[in-house]
Protein backbone atom coordinates (compact mmCIF):
# COMPACT_ATOMS: atom_id res chain seq x y z
CA UNK A 1 0.00 0.00 0.00
CA UNK A 2 1.33 3.69 -1.03
CA UNK A 3 2.47 5.75 1.47
CA UNK A 4 2.72 9.41 2.19
CA UNK A 5 5.40 11.28 3.79
CA UNK A 6 4.94 14.59 5.38
CA UNK A 7 8.38 16.48 6.19
CA UNK A 8 8.47 19.93 8.84
CA UNK A 9 11.13 21.59 10.26
CA UNK A 10 11.42 20.70 13.14
CA UNK A 11 10.69 17.39 15.44
CA UNK A 12 8.31 19.30 18.06
CA UNK A 13 6.47 20.36 14.90
CA UNK A 14 6.42 17.03 13.76
CA UNK A 15 4.73 16.12 16.65
CA UNK A 16 2.29 18.11 16.17
CA UNK A 17 1.48 16.28 12.65
CA UNK A 18 1.38 13.32 14.23
CA UNK A 19 -1.17 14.38 16.75
CA UNK A 20 -3.39 15.67 14.45
CA UNK A 21 -2.73 12.77 12.23
CA UNK A 22 -3.60 10.15 14.91
CA UNK A 23 -0.25 8.32 14.26
CA UNK A 24 0.16 5.69 16.60
CA UNK A 25 2.47 3.83 14.93
CA UNK A 26 6.41 3.09 15.66
CA UNK A 27 8.70 5.97 16.63
CA UNK A 28 11.67 5.02 14.74
CA UNK A 29 14.97 6.85 14.49
CA UNK A 30 14.41 10.12 13.07
CA UNK A 31 11.04 9.98 11.60
CA UNK A 32 7.69 8.05 12.89
CA UNK A 33 5.39 5.90 10.63
CA UNK A 34 1.85 4.53 10.56
CA UNK A 35 0.19 2.22 7.56
CA UNK A 36 -0.84 5.26 6.12
CA UNK A 37 1.84 8.33 6.93
CA UNK A 38 5.85 8.62 7.68
CA UNK A 39 6.54 12.02 9.01
CA UNK A 40 10.24 12.80 9.52
CA UNK A 41 11.56 16.15 10.42
CA UNK A 42 14.88 18.73 9.81
CA UNK A 43 16.94 20.32 11.97
CA UNK A 44 16.83 23.48 10.36
CA UNK A 45 19.17 23.98 7.16
CA UNK A 46 20.38 20.57 6.68
CA UNK A 47 22.28 21.85 3.16
CA UNK A 48 24.62 24.94 2.67
CA UNK A 49 26.67 26.43 -0.24
CA UNK A 50 29.83 25.44 -0.51
CA UNK A 51 32.81 27.45 -0.13
CA UNK A 52 35.32 28.30 -3.19
CA UNK A 53 38.13 26.07 -2.41
CA UNK A 54 35.42 23.15 -3.25
CA UNK A 55 35.45 24.49 -7.14
CA UNK A 56 39.31 24.82 -7.34
CA UNK A 57 41.44 24.16 -4.37
CA UNK A 58 43.51 27.42 -5.20
CA UNK A 59 40.62 29.69 -4.32
CA UNK A 60 41.72 28.59 -0.49
CA UNK A 61 43.94 31.51 -0.90
CA UNK A 62 42.74 34.76 -0.96
CA UNK A 63 43.96 36.94 -3.58
CA UNK A 64 43.18 39.86 -5.54
CA UNK A 65 43.69 38.16 -8.89
CA UNK A 66 40.76 35.41 -8.35
CA UNK A 67 38.17 38.06 -7.81
CA UNK A 68 35.47 38.41 -8.38
CA UNK A 69 34.41 34.82 -8.06
CA UNK A 70 31.30 34.39 -10.02
CA UNK A 71 30.74 30.77 -10.49
CA UNK A 72 28.31 30.21 -13.28
CA UNK A 73 26.89 26.86 -11.35
CA UNK A 74 26.50 26.65 -7.65
CA UNK A 75 27.80 23.45 -5.75
CA UNK A 76 26.04 22.77 -2.52
CA UNK A 77 27.12 20.41 0.59
CA UNK A 78 25.23 18.78 3.27
CA UNK A 79 26.04 20.47 6.88
CA UNK A 80 28.40 17.97 8.98
CA UNK A 81 26.77 18.15 12.14
CA UNK A 82 23.17 17.18 10.88
CA UNK A 83 24.55 14.65 8.19
CA UNK A 84 22.85 12.04 10.02
CA UNK A 85 19.54 13.40 9.69
CA UNK A 86 19.94 14.52 6.15
CA UNK A 87 20.60 10.84 5.32
CA UNK A 88 17.27 9.58 7.20
CA UNK A 89 15.05 12.09 5.37
CA UNK A 90 16.76 10.70 1.55
CA UNK A 91 16.33 7.46 2.40
CA UNK A 92 12.59 8.21 3.28
CA UNK A 93 12.02 10.15 -0.28
CA UNK A 94 13.54 7.64 -2.20
CA UNK A 95 11.53 4.92 -0.57
CA UNK A 96 9.48 3.11 -3.16
CA UNK A 97 6.49 2.45 -1.65
CA UNK A 98 6.15 6.29 -0.64
CA UNK A 99 4.33 8.14 -3.89
CA UNK A 100 3.40 11.70 -2.49
CA UNK A 101 5.34 14.22 -0.64
CA UNK A 102 3.73 16.73 1.97
CA UNK A 103 6.17 19.87 1.94
CA UNK A 104 5.51 20.88 5.75
CA UNK A 105 8.38 22.98 6.43
CA UNK A 106 7.88 26.69 8.04
CA UNK A 107 5.24 28.75 5.31
CA UNK A 108 7.57 31.03 4.60
CA UNK A 109 10.94 31.87 1.84
CA UNK A 110 13.41 30.00 4.40
CA UNK A 111 11.19 27.38 5.19
CA UNK A 112 10.91 26.51 1.19
CA UNK A 113 14.06 27.23 0.64
CA UNK A 114 15.25 24.30 3.55
CA UNK A 115 13.26 21.79 1.50
CA UNK A 116 13.90 22.61 -1.90
CA UNK A 117 17.98 22.03 -0.81
CA UNK A 118 17.07 18.60 0.68
CA UNK A 119 15.06 17.44 -2.69
CA UNK A 120 17.47 18.79 -4.66
CA UNK A 121 20.43 16.78 -2.92
CA UNK A 122 18.47 13.74 -2.67
CA UNK A 123 17.21 13.73 -7.01
CA UNK A 124 13.34 12.83 -5.90
CA UNK A 125 11.97 11.94 -8.93
CA UNK A 126 8.25 10.33 -10.11
CA UNK A 127 6.75 11.49 -7.26
CA UNK A 128 3.91 13.70 -6.41
CA UNK A 129 4.94 16.66 -4.62
CA UNK A 130 2.76 18.98 -2.11
CA UNK A 131 3.04 22.27 -0.35
CA UNK A 132 0.96 22.33 3.31
CA UNK A 133 1.02 25.98 3.99
CA UNK A 134 -0.64 26.99 7.16
CA UNK A 135 -1.04 29.84 9.89
CA UNK A 136 -1.05 28.32 13.01
CA UNK A 137 -0.63 25.12 14.67
CA UNK A 138 -3.93 24.45 16.03
CA UNK A 139 -5.48 21.17 14.80
CA UNK A 140 -8.17 22.94 12.51
CA UNK A 141 -5.35 24.81 10.41
CA UNK A 142 -3.03 21.64 10.58
CA UNK A 143 -6.04 19.46 9.29
CA UNK A 144 -6.91 22.38 6.47
CA UNK A 145 -3.61 22.56 5.59
CA UNK A 146 -3.08 19.08 5.05
CA UNK A 147 -6.68 18.89 2.58
CA UNK A 148 -5.77 22.06 1.26
CA UNK A 149 -2.41 21.36 -0.20
CA UNK A 150 -1.43 22.67 -2.97
CA UNK A 151 0.89 20.98 -5.70
CA UNK A 152 4.40 22.22 -4.95
CA UNK A 153 5.10 23.83 -8.36
CA UNK A 154 3.13 26.63 -7.08
CA UNK A 155 5.71 27.89 -5.26
CA UNK A 156 8.32 27.71 -7.78
CA UNK A 157 9.12 31.48 -7.58
CA UNK A 158 8.95 31.47 -3.61
CA UNK A 159 11.17 28.90 -4.38
CA UNK A 160 13.30 31.22 -7.12
CA UNK A 161 13.15 33.73 -4.53
CA UNK A 162 14.88 32.42 -1.78
CA UNK A 163 17.46 30.63 -4.54
CA UNK A 164 18.22 33.65 -5.26
CA UNK A 165 18.54 35.64 -1.93
CA UNK A 166 21.32 32.92 -0.94
CA UNK A 167 23.29 33.40 -3.93
CA UNK A 168 23.33 37.33 -3.74
CA UNK A 169 24.22 37.05 0.27
CA UNK A 170 27.02 34.32 -0.80
CA UNK A 171 28.68 36.68 -3.58
CA UNK A 172 28.69 39.79 -1.64
CA UNK A 173 30.11 37.79 1.31
CA UNK A 174 32.69 36.23 -0.55
CA UNK A 175 33.70 38.95 -2.47
CA UNK A 176 33.99 41.61 -0.57
CA UNK A 177 34.89 40.29 2.34
CA UNK A 178 38.15 38.92 0.81
CA UNK A 179 38.50 42.25 -1.05
CA UNK A 180 38.54 44.23 1.71
CA UNK A 181 40.60 41.19 4.17
CA UNK A 182 43.13 41.88 1.32
CA UNK A 183 43.33 45.29 1.22
CA UNK A 184 42.75 46.68 4.68
CA UNK A 185 43.50 43.75 7.04
CA UNK A 186 46.87 44.39 8.00
CA UNK A 187 46.03 47.93 8.52
CA UNK A 188 42.75 47.58 10.62
CA UNK A 189 44.78 44.28 12.77
CA UNK A 190 47.66 46.53 13.43
CA UNK A 191 44.85 49.19 15.00
CA UNK A 192 43.92 46.24 17.16
CA UNK A 193 47.10 44.58 18.02
CA UNK A 194 46.46 41.43 16.17
CA UNK A 195 48.79 39.73 13.65
CA UNK A 196 46.06 39.14 11.31
CA UNK A 197 42.32 39.66 10.96
CA UNK A 198 39.16 39.26 8.52
CA UNK A 199 37.24 41.32 7.72
CA UNK A 200 33.65 40.05 7.22
CA UNK A 201 30.93 41.86 4.68
CA UNK A 202 27.54 40.78 4.58
CA UNK A 203 24.22 42.24 2.82
CA UNK A 204 22.40 43.11 5.84
CA UNK A 205 25.24 43.38 8.81
CA UNK A 206 27.56 45.50 6.99
CA UNK A 207 24.46 47.95 6.41
CA UNK A 208 23.52 47.70 9.48
CA UNK A 209 27.04 47.86 10.69
CA UNK A 210 27.23 51.21 9.20
CA UNK A 211 24.25 52.86 10.60
CA UNK A 212 25.46 51.93 14.20
CA UNK A 213 28.63 53.78 13.10
CA UNK A 214 26.76 56.80 11.78
CA UNK A 215 24.97 57.54 14.82
CA UNK A 216 28.14 56.35 17.22
CA UNK A 217 29.52 59.37 15.00
CA UNK A 218 26.81 61.90 15.82
CA UNK A 219 26.22 61.02 19.04
CA UNK A 220 30.46 61.59 19.29
CA UNK A 221 30.23 64.70 17.30
CA UNK A 222 27.45 66.40 19.36
CA UNK A 223 27.69 69.73 20.09
CA UNK A 224 25.04 71.21 23.17
CA UNK A 225 23.86 74.23 22.70
CA UNK A 226 21.58 75.90 24.87
CA UNK A 227 18.81 78.47 24.21
CA UNK A 228 16.62 79.79 25.71
CA UNK A 229 12.40 79.84 25.51
CA UNK A 230 10.09 82.27 27.50
CA UNK A 231 7.08 81.13 29.38
CA UNK A 232 4.20 83.56 30.68
CA UNK A 233 2.23 82.92 33.25
CA UNK A 234 -1.13 84.45 32.92
CA UNK A 235 -4.56 84.47 35.73
CA UNK A 236 -5.14 86.14 38.93
CA UNK A 237 -2.79 85.62 41.30
CA UNK A 238 -4.12 81.74 42.56
CA UNK A 239 -2.20 79.60 41.52
CA UNK A 240 -5.22 77.72 40.81
CA UNK A 241 -6.22 79.60 38.34
CA UNK A 242 -3.38 80.58 36.57
CA UNK A 243 -1.89 78.72 33.02
CA UNK A 244 1.46 79.12 31.21
CA UNK A 245 1.91 79.99 27.48
CA UNK A 246 5.15 79.89 25.55
CA UNK A 247 6.25 82.80 23.20
CA UNK A 248 6.98 82.07 19.89
CA UNK A 249 7.67 84.82 17.39
CA UNK A 250 5.34 85.48 14.51
CA UNK A 251 5.76 88.15 11.27
CA UNK A 252 3.91 91.02 13.80
CA UNK A 253 6.66 90.63 16.54
CA UNK A 254 9.38 93.17 16.64
CA UNK A 255 12.10 90.24 16.88
CA UNK A 256 11.15 89.22 13.46
CA UNK A 257 14.19 87.51 11.42
CA UNK A 258 16.23 89.30 14.19
CA UNK A 259 19.54 88.01 14.74
CA UNK A 260 19.41 87.33 18.67
CA UNK A 261 16.91 84.28 18.07
CA UNK A 262 18.39 80.51 18.42
CA UNK A 263 15.22 79.35 16.62
CA UNK A 264 10.83 80.70 16.42
CA UNK A 265 10.78 80.27 19.89
CA UNK A 266 14.10 80.61 21.76
CA UNK A 267 16.80 83.42 22.20
CA UNK A 268 21.08 82.48 21.86
CA UNK A 269 21.65 84.66 25.35
CA UNK A 270 19.82 84.58 28.44
CA UNK A 271 20.57 88.53 28.80
CA UNK A 272 18.71 88.84 25.58
CA UNK A 273 15.78 86.70 26.84
CA UNK A 274 15.72 88.78 29.78
CA UNK A 275 15.63 92.41 28.23
CA UNK A 276 12.64 90.96 25.96
CA UNK A 277 11.09 89.74 29.46
CA UNK A 278 11.45 93.64 30.14
CA UNK A 279 9.98 94.95 28.00
CA UNK A 280 6.60 93.26 28.29
CA UNK A 281 6.35 93.34 31.99
CA UNK A 282 3.20 94.83 33.18
CA UNK A 283 1.61 95.29 29.92
CA UNK A 284 -1.87 94.28 29.20
CA UNK A 285 -2.44 90.57 27.84
CA UNK A 286 -5.29 90.08 25.48
CA UNK A 287 -6.75 86.38 24.82
CA UNK A 288 -6.66 86.62 20.77
CA UNK A 289 -7.92 83.30 19.69
CA UNK A 290 -9.63 80.39 21.71
CA UNK A 291 -9.63 77.36 19.53
CA UNK A 292 -11.61 73.89 20.14
CA UNK A 293 -11.55 70.61 17.84
CA UNK A 294 -12.47 67.18 18.97
CA UNK A 295 -10.59 64.21 17.31
CA UNK A 296 -11.02 60.50 17.17
CA UNK A 297 -8.24 57.79 17.04
CA UNK A 298 -8.31 54.61 16.39
CA UNK A 299 -5.96 51.11 17.59
CA UNK A 300 -2.75 50.86 15.52
CA UNK A 301 -2.34 48.14 13.15
CA UNK A 302 -1.53 44.36 14.66
CA UNK A 303 1.42 43.04 15.22
CA UNK A 304 3.81 42.24 12.41
CA UNK A 305 7.16 40.71 13.29
CA UNK A 306 8.98 44.00 12.76
CA UNK A 307 6.57 45.99 15.03
CA UNK A 308 6.05 43.72 17.98
CA UNK A 309 10.15 43.37 18.09
CA UNK A 310 10.35 46.62 18.69
CA UNK A 311 7.57 46.93 21.32
CA UNK A 312 9.58 44.06 22.85
CA UNK A 313 12.68 46.19 22.98
CA UNK A 314 11.13 49.12 24.48
CA UNK A 315 9.07 47.39 26.82
CA UNK A 316 11.30 44.65 27.98
CA UNK A 317 14.60 45.10 26.99
CA UNK A 318 15.47 42.21 25.30
CA UNK A 319 16.79 41.78 21.01
CA UNK A 320 14.88 41.41 18.38
CA UNK A 321 16.43 37.20 18.18
CA UNK A 322 15.04 36.84 21.64
CA UNK A 323 11.89 37.85 20.47
CA UNK A 324 11.73 35.99 17.50
CA UNK A 325 12.51 33.00 19.71
CA UNK A 326 9.68 33.77 22.44
CA UNK A 327 7.12 34.66 19.66
CA UNK A 328 7.91 30.69 17.37
CA UNK A 329 7.55 29.44 20.55
CA UNK A 330 4.38 30.46 21.06
CA UNK A 331 3.31 29.42 17.78
CA UNK A 332 4.72 25.86 18.34
CA UNK A 333 2.37 25.86 21.13
CA UNK A 334 -0.79 26.83 19.11
CA UNK A 335 -0.88 30.33 21.18
CA UNK A 336 -0.24 32.43 18.07
CA UNK A 337 -0.52 32.15 14.56
CA UNK A 338 2.56 32.06 11.95
CA UNK A 339 5.65 34.68 13.56
CA UNK A 340 7.80 35.80 10.51
CA UNK A 341 5.26 38.09 8.77
CA UNK A 342 5.44 41.54 7.00
CA UNK A 343 1.81 42.15 7.17
CA UNK A 344 0.02 44.45 9.94
CA UNK A 345 -3.70 43.49 9.05
CA UNK A 346 -6.05 40.61 8.57
CA UNK A 347 -7.04 38.87 5.32
CA UNK A 348 -11.05 38.50 4.30
CA UNK A 349 -11.14 34.96 4.77
CA UNK A 350 -9.94 35.13 7.96
CA UNK A 351 -11.90 38.06 9.45
CA UNK A 352 -15.07 36.45 8.48
CA UNK A 353 -14.49 33.76 11.35
CA UNK A 354 -12.76 36.12 13.95
CA UNK A 355 -15.38 35.11 16.13
CA UNK A 356 -13.33 31.89 16.70
CA UNK A 357 -10.54 33.37 17.89
CA UNK A 358 -12.42 36.12 20.29
CA UNK A 359 -14.12 33.23 21.84
CA UNK A 360 -11.31 30.82 22.83
CA UNK A 361 -9.76 33.57 24.14
CA UNK A 362 -12.71 34.72 26.48
CA UNK A 363 -13.35 30.94 27.24
CA UNK A 364 -9.89 29.67 27.66
CA UNK A 365 -7.52 32.41 28.49
CA UNK A 366 -7.87 32.98 32.30
CA UNK A 367 -6.60 36.51 32.79
CA UNK A 368 -8.29 39.23 35.20
CA UNK A 369 -7.51 42.10 33.12
CA UNK A 370 -8.16 40.36 29.13
CA UNK A 371 -11.01 39.02 30.96
CA UNK A 372 -12.60 42.74 31.85
CA UNK A 373 -11.86 43.80 28.17
CA UNK A 374 -13.71 41.13 26.87
CA UNK A 375 -16.75 41.71 29.48
CA UNK A 376 -16.54 44.84 28.26
CA UNK A 377 -16.90 43.95 24.85
CA UNK A 378 -19.64 42.32 25.53
CA UNK A 379 -21.88 44.52 27.81
CA UNK A 380 -21.47 47.39 25.39
CA UNK A 381 -21.70 45.24 22.66
CA UNK A 382 -18.44 46.08 20.02
CA UNK A 383 -19.29 44.50 16.51
CA UNK A 384 -16.82 42.02 15.65
CA UNK A 385 -17.37 43.18 12.20
CA UNK A 386 -13.73 44.14 10.55
CA UNK A 387 -14.64 44.28 6.76
CA UNK A 388 -14.42 47.77 5.86
CA UNK A 389 -12.30 49.01 8.67
CA UNK A 390 -8.04 49.66 8.25
CA UNK A 391 -7.30 46.05 9.99
CA UNK A 392 -8.59 44.25 6.89
CA UNK A 393 -6.63 44.11 3.83
CA UNK A 394 -5.41 41.70 1.33
CA UNK A 395 -3.80 43.73 -0.79
CA UNK A 396 -0.86 44.25 2.23
CA UNK A 397 -0.62 40.58 2.47
CA UNK A 398 1.81 38.68 0.61
CA UNK A 399 2.38 35.09 2.68
CA UNK A 400 0.92 35.39 5.80
CA UNK A 401 -1.46 38.06 7.27
CA UNK A 402 -0.51 40.06 11.33
CA UNK A 403 0.12 37.91 14.36
CA UNK A 404 -2.62 37.38 16.39
CA UNK A 405 -3.73 34.98 18.99
CA UNK A 406 -5.44 31.64 17.69
CA UNK A 407 -7.47 31.16 20.52
CA UNK A 408 -6.52 28.01 21.05
CA UNK A 409 -2.95 26.19 23.02
CA UNK A 410 -3.81 27.13 26.61
CA UNK A 411 -2.88 24.12 27.81
CA UNK A 412 0.45 25.07 27.32
CA UNK A 413 -0.09 28.59 28.80
CA UNK A 414 0.97 27.65 31.89
CA UNK A 415 4.43 26.29 31.32
CA UNK A 416 5.33 29.15 29.68
CA UNK A 417 7.76 31.45 31.20
CA UNK A 418 6.91 34.96 32.76
CA UNK A 419 8.27 36.75 29.74
CA UNK A 420 6.42 34.56 27.03
CA UNK A 421 3.28 35.20 29.19
CA UNK A 422 3.95 39.11 28.88
CA UNK A 423 4.87 38.99 25.47
CA UNK A 424 1.04 36.42 24.89
CA UNK A 425 -0.81 38.97 26.90
CA UNK A 426 0.71 41.57 24.73
CA UNK A 427 -0.31 40.29 21.69
CA UNK A 428 -3.98 39.30 22.81
CA UNK A 429 -4.13 43.16 24.30
CA UNK A 430 -3.37 44.30 20.42
CA UNK A 431 -5.64 42.02 18.82
CA UNK A 432 -9.07 43.27 21.15
CA UNK A 433 -7.64 46.78 20.65
CA UNK A 434 -8.99 46.76 17.03
CA UNK A 435 -12.43 46.18 18.29
CA UNK A 436 -12.72 48.61 20.83
CA UNK A 437 -14.05 52.32 19.24
CA UNK A 438 -11.91 55.18 19.01
CA UNK A 439 -10.38 56.95 21.35
CA UNK A 440 -11.95 60.59 21.92
CA UNK A 441 -10.32 63.39 22.87
CA UNK A 442 -10.30 67.20 22.56
CA UNK A 443 -8.08 69.95 22.42
CA UNK A 444 -8.12 73.53 23.46
CA UNK A 445 -5.86 75.83 21.77
CA UNK A 446 -5.43 79.37 23.24
CA UNK A 447 -3.42 82.49 21.86
CA UNK A 448 -2.78 85.32 24.32
CA UNK A 449 -1.29 88.69 22.69
CA UNK A 450 0.88 91.34 24.27
CA UNK A 451 1.42 94.53 21.89
CA UNK A 452 2.73 92.18 18.80
CA UNK A 453 3.65 89.47 20.92
CA UNK A 454 1.86 86.06 20.93
CA UNK A 455 2.04 83.73 23.61
CA UNK A 456 0.61 80.19 22.89
CA UNK A 457 -0.57 76.96 24.79
CA UNK A 458 -2.77 73.97 24.10
CA UNK A 459 -3.92 70.71 26.57
CA UNK A 460 -5.84 67.73 25.05
CA UNK A 461 -8.87 66.51 27.05
CA UNK A 462 -9.59 62.55 26.95
CA UNK A 463 -12.95 61.77 26.99
CA UNK A 464 -13.14 57.98 25.93
CA UNK A 465 -10.36 55.81 26.37
CA UNK A 466 -9.00 52.46 24.08
CA UNK A 467 -7.33 49.86 25.46
CA UNK A 468 -3.81 51.29 25.27
CA UNK A 469 -4.65 54.87 25.81
CA UNK A 470 -4.19 56.30 29.18
CA UNK A 471 -3.35 60.38 27.81
CA UNK A 472 -0.23 60.31 29.97
CA UNK A 473 2.14 62.98 28.57
CA UNK A 474 6.03 63.40 28.91
CA UNK A 475 7.99 66.46 28.75
CA UNK A 476 10.71 66.31 25.61
CA UNK A 477 13.31 68.47 24.44
CA UNK A 478 14.38 69.52 20.94
CA UNK A 479 18.04 68.47 19.72
CA UNK A 480 20.56 70.70 21.92
CA UNK A 481 17.64 72.32 23.84
CA UNK A 482 18.26 73.62 27.77
CA UNK A 483 15.88 72.87 30.46
CA UNK A 484 16.25 76.23 31.65
CA UNK A 485 13.23 78.23 31.49
CA UNK A 486 12.26 81.24 32.61
CA UNK A 487 9.22 83.09 33.27
CA UNK A 488 7.97 85.87 32.30
CA UNK A 489 6.19 87.28 35.32
CA UNK A 490 2.62 87.31 35.88
CA UNK A 491 -0.31 89.69 34.12
Known amino acids: MPKKLLITEKPSVAREFAKVLKINGANKNGYLESEEWVITWCVGHLITMSYPEKYDEKLKFWRLDTLPFLPTEYKYEVIPSVEKQFNIIKSLLLREDIDTIYVSTDSGREGEYIYRLVEQETGVKNKTRKRVWIDSQTEEEIKRGIEE ?3 LSEYDSLSDSAYLRAKEDYLIGINFSRLLSIIYGKRAAKQINEEKISISVGRVMTCVLGMVVEREREIRNFVKTPYYKVIGEFGKDNKENTFKAEWKVTEKSKLYNSPILYNESGFKKEDDARKFIASLAKKEAKILEIKKTKTKENAPLLFNLAEIQNECTKRFKIKPDETLAVIQELYEKKLVTYPRTDARVLS ?49 ITDHYAIIPTGEGFENYDKLQELQKQIYKLIVKRFLAIFYPPAEYSKISVTIGIENEEFNVSRKNMHKTGIFRNCKTKTRYKKGEAKRKYNTGKW
Not at 357 to 386: R, V, W
Open 149 to 151: AKD
Open 348 to 396: TAVCKVINKNLNGIAKGFKDQEISGYIKKMIDEKYSTNLLKTKYVNDSK
